[in-house]
């Protein structure tokens, strides 16, 4: 996979056509990417469109903003409504709904610090049944700048990675699960790999 909009055709490749899942929606933008090529039946979206006390991040915003985002969201997506449940919650309260197993595959962008990629990474990943695909977004690690925007180049330790440190994540992830990760070559790159 070069480029994180070729995972629709991907996943339609492998024939992982059931049921999928997006952790961290924002506006939509990425759901209509996988939507506009994925044959599936079902995408659960999950994001709680809510100001977060523990997440550093450029992207976080007022309670106002996070429901115009919402708004903005089943607008873009309507066209595919028949295809999506919206989980309008926290990552591990909605990963406590599912089944091991549910899903063809989960893809997580949301909270990209260390402590809750690693975090998501052991919720979701059990949830990811068997030739099904496990994969994110941005992976790397980076300090923040004054603004919460990533300074590439920057090195800390996994702890102090409070931003961004979902490459620290999926590589202890990786390791302890003896799995290889694949990454696609862009400045935000998505991680993915078939469970095994």
């Not at 550093?56 to 028949?82: P, V």
């Not at 496990?134 to 920057?154: K, N, R, T, V």
Request: proline residues 3%; positive net charge.
């Amino acid at each position: 996979m070069r480029s994180r909009k070729d995972f629709g055709l991907m996943l339609n490749t492998k024939k992982l056509v059931g049921m999928g899942v997006e952790v961290g929606v924002h506006t939509g933008q990425y759901s209509k990417e996988i939507l506009k090529t994925w044959s599936g039946e079902k995408l659960f979206l999950v994001d709680p469109w809510a100001c977060l006390d523990d997440y550093y991040d450029s992207y976080n915003a007022s309670d106002m903003i996070m429901n115009r985002r919402y708004k903005i969201a089943k607008k873009k997506l309507s066209l595919w409504s028949h295809n999506l449940v919206w989980l309008r919650e926290r990552s591990e309260k909605a990963a406590k709904r599912f089944r091991d197993q549910s899903f063809d595959f989960v893809y997580i962008d949301a909270n990209h610090s260390y402590k809750h990629a690693k975090k998501d990474l052991s919720l979701w990943y059990p949830k990811v049944k068997k030739g099904g695909i496990f994969a994110g977004h941005d992976y790397f690690d980076a300090l923040a700048d004054e603004y919460l925007e990533p300074i590439f180049g920057s090195i800390s330790t996994p702890e102090n990675l409070t931003s961004y440190g979902v490459k620290s994540a999926v590589d202890e992830f990786s390791k302890e699960h003896g799995v290889e990760i694949f990454f696609t070559q862009e400045k935000y790159p998505t991680w993915y790999f078939i469970k095994s």
